[in-house]
């Protein structure tokens, strides 16, 4: 059930706002990861997705901090800044989700492909997408902090 709503959320996300990798930036990837490691490329990549998870929990985190605090400032705001809050509330929930996509493994790319490939491309091919989705989440979620402090400053709560 969980693989099948993050395979929805890949089709969204990867239908509106991002791009399935092509298979020529996925061969450069595992050619690449040959080429740095004596060992197999799926090492590399291996090494690789355990830093961009790292680098995601730490996201996660901040996400997590910052929507409480929007709680704490909903749950005490009045009229059009508790919309704001709940807007903003909304958009770090999404960014959330998107984190957790991103820290889970997942082959959606290679069913919608119908593609029987080696580990090394299936394993390239979740890394791109979840770099991608990584980039993405934490684009947004500066934009969407700055929009928080923004509505701080104007609501004169800051």
């Known amino acids: 059930m969980i693989v099948n709503a993050f395979h929805l959320l890949d089709k969204i996300i990867f239908g509106t706002l991002l791009q399935y990798p092509t298979e020529d930036q996925i061969n450069e990837l595992v050619d690449t990861a040959k080429k740095k490691s004596e060992d197999h490329a799926y090492d590399m990549i291996d090494k690789a997705t355990e830093d961009l998870d790292s680098k995601t929990a730490a996201l ?36 959330a989700i998107l984190c957790l996509r991103t ?56």
Do not use: P
């Open 103 to 158: 820290i889970r493994f997942v082959f959606t790319y290679i069913h919608d492909r119908g593609i029987n490939m080696n580990n090394n491309f299936v394993f390239a091919v979740e890394f791109y997408k979840r770099g991608q989705l990584y980039k993405f989440a934490s684009s947004a979620t500066i934009y969407v902090t700055l929009a928080m402090i923004t509505t701080l400053i104007v609501g004169g709560i800051f």
């Open 60 to 95: 996660l985190t901040h996400i997590s901090i910052l929507v409480a605090g929007l709680l704490v400032m909903y749950s005490s705001s009045t009229g059009t800044i508790k919309s704001i809050f709940l807007i903003e509330l909304c958009l770090y929930l999404f960014l």
